[in-house]
């Protein structure tokens, strides 16, 4: 149990639901990728490439780090994890399903009408999904709202927000940047998705965001640059940033687009595009 | 004598008396709070008062992630601002999940004077009412904004309140009971009906006194809140008046003439006529000259009602 849940007026849960084995969390971080093959080919549309870049980080986060309870989405003192790359939601939809908060037979209804599994998160609908998102650019400062309110509601809990590198191109996520430091948010953790490869091509050709760690820094944030698919490396980030005191942190989880399926991996043709059924079988056989 | 008071400086002092009431009330501002006036909030609860700066997208996500964590956040910028330059914001982190977020802009409509064009908020309504979930009021003065404003923190969800930057004639008293969504018939009238809004509204009262000289016997309403709309009081005025004009200091599309103008085509169709800004920007000048300028005046108004009253 890697969190002490203080005790309180609202259901605690009885212990910290998820702690994996780093040798565990590769097998989760499988399967969840194993669930998103799957999901976008049954839907027939969906963003792979951004949802297999992101599978380790947020296997990391649900299965270890996090204070969480599938049992309890409303509980007050959860940690909160922000989609803002709402386009990732299959990868989200599959850790939220692996833990408990919805059956794993649900993810099967993605993006088909009247499921609770939209395109892109919907907070209204969806168990364990904290916001609305898909429009890119949001959730930083979303994020942030959710940590000054954790300070205001003198609860402990930390926020963390997961942002691609194309949406770094928001001035949002800047303005974002600047009041999250400004206000000394050292509750908050982003962490970019740095797979360098937006919807039409390269970031550094679409648009340059180097030198990016830089950019952070100079933005007042602790800045942690790692290897997005090494665990031993996420863990350590995670906590690293979590140990940061008077401002936000930021992990630039360098990343690779498509990651576990090797004819999608740096392959733009998939960011936004499901297999087709025998791509899919290809890419689970080599998930096996 | 007209008395003249602030709706600016009502919302204010009533963000104080919410505060002290409510410890979970949030204010948020955008570097204007000198003049949208939560500066007596901010000075009263400075812990629960946040500026972001000039990053008005920010503070509509931040504000939205305040609603989440269980806050009733009033967020303040000019109206154009508040409307035009983080639309999506409002529309994906405070519409779709219905946030508890309300956002009073002041400084509407072209009576901001001479700062001109880039200042002027003349497409607010039609932005707001647009998106599902959104309570959208423009009080007649600053006695209904206090009552707006408390409403609003009573009431869960999205709201969008647009204040105006000069003083406005006080038109009701300290007794006066507001219920959002429910319009205020100022007089009574057989010959036809105005329908205004915000300033619009003594305008309309003026118009209805000239009209009377006229023995035309004009019907008043005060229709402060756009959405939702009252419909029964517009049928109400169709049927019995058998004319309405509609006073708005906004641009034609997708204000409250059209909104009226939805309700009587499908239930009641009566000659209508419409006094609004049309489909141009406004220049910079003084209040009062932009109002003649742009046709915004009591005597555009009883123009407007001669003008109808001959169709029906």
């Known amino acids: ?288 | 004598m007209t008395v003249e008071a602030s709706t600016r400086e009502t919302y204010g002092r009533t963000l104080v008396e919410l505060g002290k009431q409510n410890p979970n009330v949030i204010v948020m501002d955008a570097d204007l709070s000198p003049s949208t006036m939560t500066r007596f909030f901010a000075e009263e609860f400075p812990d629960r008062f946040f500026d972001c700066g000039l990053e008005e997208q920010n503070m509509i996500g931040i504000a939205a992630g305040l609603a989440a964590s269980g806050k009733t956040v009033f967020a303040s910028t000019f109206a154009v601002f508040a409307s035009c330059r983080c639309f999506d914001q409002l529309r994906m982190c405070l519409s779709q999940p219905r946030a508890n977020v309300k956002i009073v802009a002041t400084h509407g409509g072209i009576t901001v004077g001479e700062d001109g064009t880039s200042h002027h908020a003349i497409e607010d309504f039609a932005l707001y009412c647009a998106l599902p979930g959104f309570t959208v009021i423009v009080p007649a003065d600053a006695m209904e904004t206090g009552e707006a404003v408390k409403a609003a923190a009573n009431t869960n969800g999205p709201f969008y309140i647009r204040l105006s930057r000069p003083k406005t004639p006080l038109l009701y008293s300290e007794h006066y009971q507001f219920t959002p969504g429910k319009a205020v018939t100022m007089r009574q009238g057989t010959d036809a009906t105005i329908i205004a809004i915000g300033i619009m509204v003594a305008k309309a009262l003026e118009a209805s006194d000239m009209l009377a000289r006229q023995e035309i016997d004009c019907r008043v309403i005060n229709m402060h809140t756009l959405k939702p709309l009252d419909d029964e009081v517009i049928l109400e005025a169709a049927s019995e008046t058998g004319a309405i004009v509609v006073a708005e200091e906004h641009l034609a599309q997708g204000g409250l003439g059209s909104r009226v103008a939805q309700v009587v085509a499908k239930e009641k169709p009566v000659p209508m006529s419409f006094v609004n800004l049309g489909d141009a920007y406004a220049l910079s000048g003084k209040p009062d000259e932009l109002l003649q300028r742009y046709c915004l005046t009591g005597k555009d108004i009883t123009e407007a009602v001669r003008a109808v009253v001959k169709r029906k």
Request: hydrophobic fraction near 40%; aromatic fraction near 8%.
């Open chain 1, 1 to 288: 149990m890697s969190h002490q849940a203080k005790a309180s007026s609202e259901t605690a849960p009885a212990a910290n639901v998820f702690s994996l084995s780093t040798a565990e969390l590769r097998e989760m971080a499988k399967r969840l990728r194993r669930h998103v093959i799957t999901m976008i080919a049954t839907a027939g549309s969906g963003h792979p490439g951004g949802s297999l870049s992101a599978a380790d980080i947020i296997t990391a986060l649900y299965f270890k780090v996090m204070r969480h309870d599938p049992k309890n989405p409303q509980w007050q003192s959860r940690d909160r994890f922000i989609l803002s790359k709402g386009h990732a939601a299959p990868i989200l939809y599959a850790a939220l399903a692996e833990s408990g908060y919805f059956p794993v037979e649900e993810l099967a209804t993605l993006r088909r009408l009247d499921s609770r599994l939209q395109g892109h998160t919907d907070r209204n609908l969806t168990p364990g999904v904290e916001m609305s998102a898909g429009s890119l650019g949001m959730g930083l400062s979303f994020g942030i709202g959710l940590a000054l309110g954790a300070r205001l509601n003198r609860r402990d809990y930390h926020t963390y927000v997961l942002v691609s590198d194309g949406e770094c191109d928001e001035g949002q996520t800047w303005e974002a940047a600047l009041s999250a430091a400004h206000f000394s948010l050292d509750n908050l953790t982003a962490i970019v998705d740095y797979n360098k490869m937006q919807l039409t091509s390269w970031t550094g050709d679409i648009m340059n965001l180097e030198p990016f760690s830089q950019k952070w820094q100079a933005f007042g944030w602790h800045t942690i640059g790692i290897d997005g698919h090494d665990f031993d490396q996420i863990l350590a980030a995670l906590q690293e940033a979590q140990n940061t005191k008077n401002r936000p942190a930021v992990i630039i989880a360098h990343t690779v687009k498509g990651k576990g399926v090797s004819f999608m991996e740096n392959n733009v043709k998939f960011h936004g595009k499901a297999p087709t059924a025998e791509e899919a079988e290809r890419a689970l056989k080599e998930l096996d």
